[in-house]
């Protein structure tokens, strides 16, 4: 039972350019919401989070905006540069709790 | 400030045996969970401590195991190992406030299981 999907594993964006990474989650109960980068070898970052009570949320060239009535959050990137080339994984928790539900992760890679 | 520190960084062990975890968190956080990643099952959520205490429990076998320190450190604790269980195990800390928290990551343990 995958609570959280990332349905696209990969995405591939010009330098410059908009990444919009994609994630979809079926359980109403989330009412956090994070997402996190992963480079080989290291542990995931924490990028940015949006609380249910938003639709949007931005730090600096990241936004994420979340449809409730979808059940659909979106992760904007803009403009991408190569150092953003990771895996980015979304995850949902209830209660804000530390309880994360992860989705598959997908690859961005952004060229020069 | 430091990270998440994690010990060992890789580890092999055979079938049958047991293996234990560390995890030191950002000084000043509370809360710790662990999570293992797979390549077939992704991230999954292993067990969450606070003040000594476990909060959360994922969906793991009674095989999983876990515990935290007064000085907020844990340690993870797999007995009985099997093939399966071969995977990086991460480790977060937070201050936990009782309402949105934000887990820090650690650099993970690699674990493989022969």
């Known amino acids: 039972d995958q609570q959280v999907k990332q349905n696209s594993p990969s995405l591939s964006v010009q330098e410059g350019r908009i990444s919009i990474l994609n994630c979809d989650y079926t359980?109403?109960?989330?009412?956090?919401f994070l997402w996190y980068k992963k480079y080989p070898a290291e542990g995931p970052t924490f990028l940015i989070s949006?609380?249910?009570?938003?639709d949007k949320n931005e730090d600096g060239r990241f936004t994420v905006f979340l449809n409730k009535s979808a059940k659909h959050l979106s992760l904007h990137i803009v403009p991408s540069q190569p150092g953003d080339s990771a895996v980015y994984f979304c995850a949902g928790s209830r209660n804000a709790g530390n309880m994360l539900t992860f989705g598959g992760g997908t690859r961005l890679m952004v060229k020069p | 400030k430091a990270g998440v520190t994690q010990t060992p960084r890789y580890l092999i062990k055979t079938r049958g045996q047991q293996v234990t975890l560390s995890c030191s968190p950002i000084s000043g956080h509370r809360s710790v969970s662990w999570y293992q990643q797979t390549p077939g099952q992704g991230l999954q959520f292993l067990f969450e401590?606070?003040?000594?205490?476990?909060?959360n429990k994922g969906n793991f076998p009674g095989r999983f195991s876990g515990r935290q320190f007064s000085n907020s450190r844990s340690e993870m604790n797999v007995s009985t190992l099997e093939l399966g269980d071969s995977a990086l195990y991460l480790c977060?800390?937070?201050?936990?406030?009782?309402?949105?928290?934000?887990?820090?990551f650690g650099p993970g343990t690699r674990l493989t299981v022969l």
């Open positions: 401590y606070f003040s000594e205490t476990q909060r």
């Open positions: 949006i609380s249910s009570i938003k």
């Open positions: 977060a800390s937070s201050f936990y406030r009782g309402d949105t928290d934000t887990q820090y």
């Open positions: 359980n109403s109960m989330f009412d956090y």
